[in-house]
């Protein structure tokens, strides 16, 4: 895997982000609260299923080999709820397939969401277990042809800025920003459900180094969840990811 910081992000921080819409005003008070009409309930809320683990052998840039369908969803299980991705293989064929194969292999469970930037993006990709990390330095794919326009969820890998630099960490956008399309940012899918939870992604922690304090992508692949889970506990996470064929 690339430890070049895998987004370009120069050109991104230069120009101000866009701003969502605003939302509506706190809503007002009823002028006499009653507290007995206000629904109650003892029950806790439902468990979180365990995170997914997978050995470092099965998680290997060797078996990342197969065609992925003209049309797939995957089902991503998170700390914040359920959303699914869309993926067109027409759109971005060899950005398809890595996902497919990603997916397939289970890289993306027990992954965290390490880069979040209000009203621009959510990035993740980096493997939890540091043992996995240099197994995919070299393991990069040809860039494809930019057919989509990177869109409020629609889904791109992430790359350093070189040719052919893709390998495993993709983002989703949070608004409109086809400033991308010209860096040769290829969406391959697209939220199709659950857009709600990817916006709810824990934010605050903003930009890595060098340009903020937030997570270093070189410790992530050199440390791990370890690193992450100490020093940025509040990051959500990927408990568990699921492959579903059209």
Not at 84 to 102: C, K, M, Q, T
Not at 115 to 136: C, L
Not at 211 to 240: C, T
Request: hydrophobic share 35%.
């Amino acid at each position: 895997m690339n430890r070049a910081m895998p987004l370009v992000i120069g050109f991104m921080l230069a120009a101000p982000v866009f701003p969502l819409a605003c939302g509506a005003g706190p809503s007002p008070m009823p002028s006499t609260p009653v507290a007995s009409e206000a629904p109650t309930s003892s029950a806790a809320p439902p468990p979180l299923p365990p995170a997914a683990h997978h050995s470092p052998a099965e998680l290997d840039p060797s078996l990342a080999t197969a065609q992925a369908p003209e049309v797939f969803l995957a089902d991503f299980t998170t700390t914040k709820g359920d959303f699914v991705i869309e993926v067109h293989r027409s759109w971005a064929p060899h950005g398809a397939d890595r996902f497919y194969n990603l997916l397939k292999l289970g890289f993306y469970d027990d992954t965290r969401f390490f880069r979040a930037i209000p009203d621009f993006m959510v990035q993740f990709g980096i493997p939890g277990d540091p043992q996995v990390s240099p197994k995919w330095e070299n393991a990069s794919i040809p860039d494809d042809p930019v057919t989509q326009s990177n869109l409020r969820g629609f889904v791109s890998f992430a790359q350093t800025g070189r040719p052919n630099s893709r390998s495993t960490q993709v983002f989703i956008s949070y608004g409109n920003h086809p400033r991308l399309d010209a860096s040769g940012f290829a969406p391959f899918a697209k939220i199709a459900r659950g857009m709600d939870v990817v916006d709810a992604l824990y934010k605050g922690y903003g930009e890595g180094p060098p340009n903020g304090s937030g997570p270093s992508q070189d410790r992530i692949q050199s440390e791990g969840n370890g690193y992450l889970d100490k020093e940025f506990p509040e990051l959500d996470h990927i408990l568990v990811t699921r492959i579903v064929e059209q």
